[in-house]
């Protein structure tokens, strides 16, 4: 989220609180999934995924956790 060449070079836009307020978190309602709570975290991830491990085992990257929950209707 940090590195603006790397970004560029995926096509992303910057992960920042207001990516965050603007698009992602209306995106992620519209599709029925109300957030709690988000946060980054550096190192590794506390979830004992295998998916969750291969995204961060020594990438040094951070992750994006995002806590919610889906509506009724997007069960």
Not at 10 to 29: F, H, I, K, R, V
Not at 42 to 64: C, D, F, I, N, V
Request: glycine letters at 10%.
């Amino acid at each position: 989220f940090n590195d603006p060449a790397y970004l560029e070079r995926l096509n992303m836009p910057a992960l920042d609180q207001s990516y965050l307020d603007q698009t992602l978190l209306p995106g992620l309602e519209a599709l029925g999934i109300i957030v709690d709570r988000c946060t980054f975290l550096a190192g590794k991830a506390p979830h004992r995924t295998s998916w969750g491990q291969r995204l961060t085992l020594g990438a040094g990257r951070e992750t994006l956790v995002v806590f919610g929950n889906r509506t009724e209707g997007n069960l």
